[in-house]
């Protein structure tokens, strides 16, 4: 069973420049979300998407969006990008599932990450 | 918000047993906790997730006081390739992300 795909694993971009990242998730989960991770601030939650639906978002400025296709394919885009932006950005799917003491918590599975270097 | 609690960094030797401890005082009821470790520059990879009590798979165990209002990793035998960053996660994530907080990990130093 293939994991979470991310695609590029690196790239460089320049201030004001804009970027897409890809994620492809394991096959049958639906939800995928994404995260940002520096050493300043640790792994911070970005946004989740369902059913090409944004359910969730995290604290980032519109800059930061995302859209979800209907394969579950998801792109995250940063526009105008900062030297702040630098980061590993991180997607991850879960499947489905009830929510029960018996199915447990959906656990989250993670791609390898896109590494961004703003210059 | 289940924020935790975790030391920030920890050192072994090869061969020991490891303890990672994380508190979430404000555990919800229906809260699971999950661990996580992440090599650099990788994704976090799930290790273990428990509910309440104890729970063992093949690489560590998981123990759950009866408040729940902490947790301890417990990696057995550790060697070189357990240097990672753990994380303790409390919460749902399929229903509150922006609840499921990571926190700086406890870092762990296997040394030789």
């Known amino acids: 069973k293939a994991g979470v795909t991310q695609t590029p694993r690196y790239l460089i971009k320049t201030r004001g420049q804009q970027v897409t990242l890809s994620c492809s998730p394991i096959?049958?989960?639906?939800?995928v979300s994404w995260y940002q991770q520096t050493p300043g601030q640790g792994l911070q939650f970005l946004f989740e998407?369902?059913?090409?639906?944004?359910?969730n978002k995290g604290n980032f400025p519109g800059r930061f969006s995302g859209r979800q296709f209907s394969n579950s394919r998801s792109e995250m885009n940063v526009s105008t990008l900062e030297l702040g932006d630098s980061a590993l950005y991180l997607c991850?799917?879960?499947?489905?599932?009830?929510?029960?003491?018996?199915?447990?918590?959906?656990?989250?599975?993670f791609g390898a990450g896109s590494r961004l270097t703003v210059l | 918000l289940a924020k935790t609690t975790q030391p920030i960094s920890m050192d072994s030797y090869e061969g020991q047993e490891v303890n990672i401890t994380c508190s979430h005082n404000?555990?919800?009821?229906?809260?699971?906790i999950t661990w996580y470790q992440q090599f650099p520059s990788q994704g976090p990879r799930f290790i273990i997730q428990?509910?309440?009590t104890k729970v063992t798979n093949e690489v560590a165990s998981l123990f759950i006081p009866a408040d729940r209002k902490s947790s301890t990793l417990s990696l057995p035998r550790v060697s070189l390739s357990d240097t990672a960053v753990y994380y303790c996660?409390?919460?749902?994530?399929?229903?509150?992300?922006?609840?499921?907080?990571f926190g700086s990990g406890t870092k762990l130093n296997v040394k030789p």
């Open positions: 991850a799917s879960s499947p489905v599932g009830g929510r029960s003491a018996a199915s447990g918590a959906n656990v989250l599975t």
């Open positions: 428990g509910y309440k």
């Open positions: 404000n555990i919800a009821t229906n809260d699971y």
């Open positions: 998407y369902f059913s090409e639906t944004q359910r």
């Open positions: 996660l409390v919460g749902e994530p399929l229903y509150n992300f922006n609840k499921f907080y």
């Open positions: 096959s049958g989960h639906r939800s």
